[in-house]
């Protein structure tokens, strides 16, 4: 006697595909949110590789700073190349950098340059970091309040040297106003004013080589530059 085939039926296969389902729509936000923390480690690795880098840089010259573009029509990321070898380092992993031409950054599209001062490597330049304004050594307005120096920060690792940023560069003032959205708004911190991984904060590395996630409303409790005024951001 023959014995009968074991098939799936169509009610079985079927039911098999919603199973499948539910655990796909179960797993997702979980491999997306483990997906966004390895994004943030990267980001918070580049950021401290490249304080590492300007260390390097400013001990083989003289503890200075780097200079800014206006003066010698050359970005920091230049500088400090030599000192890390990686054209990726100046991209977040959260943030598309395949525009070209001339443009400011947002929250995931990276700031470009096709100017003289705003090349990497030879090429046009494509980033999401920018530096803190007042680390130019040769800084040519408030150059009172700049670091020209790296011995001269009171407080080396309350000073923000890189950080996640829609342009190369940003100063915080205290005439600056407080942005009050995540866009931002109010002088050069707007520059800053966002999040690219953790909702209401921001990847920053320090003069001393150190790295964190800061919230948002920390920012101007950094040390930012000579004689700081310290405010507090609004809520969000």
């Known amino acids: 006697m023959m014995k009968s085939k074991s098939v799936f039926t169509l009610i079985e296969l079927l039911v098999v595909v919603a199973i499948i389902g539910i655990l796909l729509s179960i ?28 260390l390097q840089y400013s001990d ?19 500088y400090i190349y030599p000192y890390h070898g990686s054209e990726k380092l100046i991209q977040c992993p959260s943030v598309d950098h395949s525009g070209s031409g001339w443009r400011w950054g947002t929250n995931l599209i990276g700031w470009g340059g096709d100017s003289g001062w705003m090349r990497h490597n030879g090429m046009d330049a494509a980033g999401s970091y920018g530096i803190n304004g007042f680390t130019y050594t040769d800084l040519t307005w408030s150059s009172e309040l700049a670091f020209k120096n790296l011995a001269e920060p009171e407080n080396p690792s309350n000073t923000p040297l890189f950080m ?31 999040y690219r991984h ?13 790295a964190k996630t800061i919230p948002l409303t920390n920012l101007l409790q950094l040390d930012w530059q000579k004689n700081p005024t310290y405010r507090v951001l609004p809520r969000l």
């Not at 797993?27 to 480690?41: D, Y």
């Not at 996640?164 to 866009?183: E, K, R």
Request: proline share 4%; hydrophobic share 35%; with cysteine.
């Open 27 to 54: 797993l997702m936000p979980s491999l997306s949110s483990a997906r966004g923390v390895a994004k943030t480690a990267v980001c918070l690795s580049n950021v401290k590789q490249l304080s590492y880098a300007y």
């Open 60 to 78: 083989e010259n003289h503890q200075k700073t780097i200079p800014m573009p206006a003066t010698t029509n050359k970005a920091w990321f230049e």
């Open 164 to 194: 996640d940023m829609t342009w190369v560069d940003a100063w915080q003032h205290g005439s600056n106003g407080n942005p009050t959205t995540t866009d931002g708004s109010g002088g050069s911190l707007a520059r800053v004013y966002l």
């Open 198 to 210: 953790v909702k209401y904060k921001t990847n920053v590395s320090m003069i001393d080589g150190s």
